[in-house]
């Protein structure tokens, strides 16, 4: 679970179609954070807000599907 006072934090084992990812903020925009999603080196970087990131390792594909 993520929220704006995560820092940056760094998911080294999520699997894609098994994990998900959960935000416990209300005030927090999903859409916004999904449209966040920056490709890098393999590896995927979402933006929660005030200066906050969320960096999940060797996963770059369908960011929507990995929150429930």
Known sequence: ???????G???MDFQAGVDRLALYDASMDL????RSARVEGGNTTLDVGAGNRITILG???NVAAWFG
């Open 1 to 7: 679970a993520f929220g704006r006072s995560s820092g």
């Open 9 to 11: 934090s760094v998911v």
């Open 31 to 34: 859409g916004a954070v999904i």
């Open 59 to 61: 996963q770059t594909g």
